[in-house]
């Protein structure tokens, strides 16, 4: 299989996809049915996916930058990669809390995109993230993490739906007698949400908010939403399978327009 072209035919999971980048020293991006893996030199330098909350809502919902300060870094730092340099060098953000909460959205969503290890899509040699440089990790290590968290989860409660479906509460549910953090997650499960738009709320990361969503689960207290009713929609061409992508700097600042416009 060749890699210096931006796509390729293949039935290797994103897992072993990596793997072979890796031991290529390959640059770029790894998109997959379930996030996007971005390498440096063979090494995943950061992951995203939608199931996670990505670091810029970690970041302001936290309170650790403020929101203003997070979108001034992304138009001043985001063509040339350096939205993370930008941020400590501006004095919002220290070097160790940038590295520790650009870590955890990265284990976060490599999660998602390597525990299920569903099928690679396409590599893009040379591919740079947005945030730049900020720590690079061995990819053996994102993967054998990722297991870990599979592992885990599967002990608490061995459903994997609960991690990625909306959430409702079992009817009579309440807080009595539950750990405050289980308790305060419990009060975000509403019919609507997911595991991630529940972390995202309580600014916490997904991975702590899955732990407690599954013991919420195995005590009877959490289950999925039973599925909207779907209007009946015109059959049209079938768009084939979905590739998770990353948005510019400008997709970024157009969005960000049009929400204080609105």
């Known amino acids: 299989m060749t890699r210096v072209t931006t ?3 293949t039935q290797e999971t994103t897992s072993a996809a990596l793997g072979a980048l890796a031991a290529e020293g390959a640059t770029g991006a790894l998109s997959g049915e379930r996030g996007i893996v971005y390498l440096s030199a063979g090494r995943v330098v950061h992951v995203e996916s939608a199931f996670t909350p990505d670091l810029g809502a970690l970041l302001t919902r936290s309170g650790a930058v403020p929101s203003d300060g997070w979108w001034d870094a992304v138009d001043r730092g985001g063509t040339q990669h350096r939205v993370g340099h930008r941020l400590v060098d501006s004095g919002r953000l220290s070097a160790g ?9 990265l284990f976060d969503a490599a999660y ?10 396409r590599f893009r040699p040379g591919a740079v993230h947005w945030l730049g440089a ?7 290590a994102v993967v054998r993490e990722s297991g870990r ?29 539950l750990p405050v953090r ?25 991975y702590h908010t ?3 969503l599954r013991r919420l689960a195995a005590d009877g207290l959490v289950v999925a939403a039973p599925p909207p009713l779907a209007p009946p929609v015109a059959p049209g061409p079938d768009p084939g399978g979905t590739v998770w992508d990353d948005p510019d700097t400008a997709l970024l600042r157009r969005l960000r327009h049009a929400l204080e416009a609105l």
């Not at 900020?134 to 053996?140: A, G, I, L």
């Open 149 to 177: 968290r599979r592992a885990l989860l599967d002990r608490i409660w061995p459903d994997p739906a609960i991690d990625t479906v909306p959430l409702t509460r079992v009817p009579g549910a309440g807080r009595a007698g």
């Open 182 to 206: 289980r308790g305060r997650t419990l009060t975000q499960v509403d019919g609507v949400r997911t595991a991630a738009q529940i972390a995202s709320s309580l600014a916490c990361r997904t």
């Open 112 to 121: 998602f995109v390597l525990a299920h290890d569903t099928r690679a899509h």
């Open 7 to 9: 796509t390729w035919a």
């Open 210 to 212: 899955l732990v407690e």
């Open 97 to 105: 809390a940038l590295e520790v909460c650009h870590l955890g959205a």
């Open 134 to 140: 900020v720590r690079s990790v061995p990819v053996d």
